[in-house]
């Protein structure tokens, strides 16, 4: 697989990985408690973030044909990336 078919899958992992950790979330209740099972994926879904905005920069750099793949996985983990920036700074 290129770099680009790699960043692309960590994004979607990235994503599925976000869904779970908001499922969890909403089903934590008083009497039951996710917080090492978030705190687990939260940690795999910024491992595969980070891997994939190195990936499809390494991409780029390569200059790999460009496609939907190459697109999305750099500039959607890019975004995820910049978010959890955003909301940790301005987090209180």
Known sequence: M???????????TVIFLNI???ILVV?????VSYELQITI?????????????ILGIMSYVKKE????KKKIGLFGNIFFLLLGIIISLFNV
């Open 41 to 53: 994926i939260g940690m795999m879904a910024t491992f595969f973030l980070i891997a994939g905005v």
């Open 2 to 12: 290129t770099y680009k078919q790699w960043s692309f899958n960590f994004f979607i």
């Open 27 to 31: 089903k934590s209740t008083i009497f």
């Open 65 to 68: 044909n460009s496609d939907y």
């Open 20 to 22: 779970l950790v908001g």
